[in-house]
């Protein structure tokens, strides 16, 4: 099959997401992709000239080692409002270039402007759209005077889709509550590479790398550094109670904004020997830090943004066997419930008090052992066959409605 992605996020630096992994993976068994993207951090690159051209990157591979994909980025004007405006024009010619000249089975949506858009083009050459949903798009809109205007085009996307994919079944439900038709809803959850974490290595050594000892223990957290992460609170929780707990340590890996206030905060509470700050680094080495770590946190906000998704890095936690202490989020807790190895807390303060009543119980292992039995059967391969299992019936519908 030939298929068409379409988002507003940045694919070649943001993720890798579920997105990426179903994506290489269907290409890896022969399908061709293509994915039209926004440079949604070009406020990063302001010297660069106002309005942008149209960029093809060839081969773009972020969660396997032999999937890859083809990214189109159309120009954009780099201003503020006029570059999500500018998506109207740029965006739409390229959906229908990409119609034209790739001819895509079907189109598979992620964003909220480009989604409209596709739908649009789709209904005219009677093409299938599915909408995918590891979000509620329009909370993710930084503009907050934008958002119920987001929201109404996302209401129109999910209504019109021919079928909206739902990674976790939170988000089902809220597609519903948007309009979707039950029978055309779905619920397809995040894969994972099981035996590259069960059997990951280097435990000793990145533990000596970072100056963690042996008798540490290592409260992790991986992905984007969002203001709601609640990392600002762990780290808080940490300076005041580093005399009771002093072993506790924190290990970071990943950026975005909350980044310099972490190493600022990191310095002012005097806890450089304490708290492991690490950038990006390639997707097949994060099972080594996942290797070096003792307790996987998620200590979200439990605001609109976060309270109905799931992380795909709780399942690469639980792949790790890992215990995991998470923010009481309503969709955690519809997904994996309670004694699975996530324990919840209120709130993000909360993290290294129950951390250390996790040691002090001597949980740790069980805990990770009943995460580990949750994901079991979680793999890839399954996942990703149940998903082109979807796109194949959904292509040989339309084609029978068409020959009808």
């Known amino acids: 099959m030939r298929i068409l992605v379409v988002q507003e996020s940045d694919w070649i630096e943001k993720g890798p997401h579920q997105s990426h992994h179903l994506m290489e993976r269907l290409s890896e068994r022969g399908h061709e992709i293509r994915v039209i993207d926004f440079e949604i951090e070009w406020r990063k690159h302001r010297s660069e000239s106002i309005i942008t051209k149209r960029k093809i990157v060839e081969s773009v591979r972020k969660a ?10 159309p120009s954009i004007v ?34 909220i402007l480009n989604s409209y858009l596709a739908i649009k083009a789709c209904k005219r050459e009677n093409l299938p759209f599915l909408y995918y949903l590891i979000d509620e798009l329009h909370n993710l809109v930084p503009q907050e005077a934008f958002r119920n205007i987001a929201r109404m085009i996302e209401s129109y996307n999910i209504r019109h889709a021919d079928l909206v994919i739902s990674i976790n079944e939170a988000l089902r439900e809220y597609s519903v ?9 779905r619920t397809i959850r995040a894969g994972i590479d099981l035996e590259k974490y069960q059997m990951a290595e280097g435990r000793a050594e990145t ?25 600002r609170e762990v780290t808080l929780s940490l300076s005041e109670t580093s005399d009771r707990f002093p072993n506790l340590r924190l290990m970071i890996l990943g950026r975005g904004e909350l980044s310099e206030e972490l190493h600022k905060k990191r310095d002012e509470y005097g806890l450089k020997n304490r708290i492991v700050i690490i950038d990006w680094k390639p997707y097949n080495e994060v099972p080594r830090f996942l290797a070096a770590s003792d307790i996987c946190i998620l200590p979200a906000y439990n605001n609109q943004v976060m309270k109905n998704i799931v992380p795909i890095k709780m399942y690469e936690y639980m792949a790790s066997q890992k215990p995991v202490i998470a923010t009481r989020l309503p969709g955690l807790v519809k997904e994996f419930g309670e004694d699975n190895g996530v324990t919840y807390v209120n709130e993000p303060r909360e993290v290294v008090e129950k951390a250390a009543d996790l040691v002090r119980k001597g949980l740790i292992r069980s805990e990770g052992e009943k995460s580990r039995a949750f994901v079991q059967g979680m793999d890839w391969k399954t996942t990703t066959g149940s998903f082109e299992g979807t796109l194949r019936t959904i292509t040989e519908i339309e084609t029978a409605q068409g020959k009808a």
């Not at 740029?90 to 992620?110: A, C, K, S, Y």
């Open 177 to 185: 509550d948007m309009g979707a038709e039950i029978a055309r809803t």
């Open 207 to 231: 533990r000596k790398e970072y100056g963690i000892r042996d008798d540490d223990i290592v409260l992790f957290f991986m992905g984007w550094l969002y203001e709601f992460s609640g990392l």
């Open 64 to 73: 396997t080692d032999k999937g890859k994909v083809t990214v189109i980025r």
């Open 78 to 111: 780099r201003l503020p409002f006029l570059d999500y405006f500018s998506i109207f024009v740029t965006h739409r010619l390229e959906i229908e270039r990409q119609l034209r000249d790739f001819r895509p089975d079907m189109v598979i949506g992620f964003g």
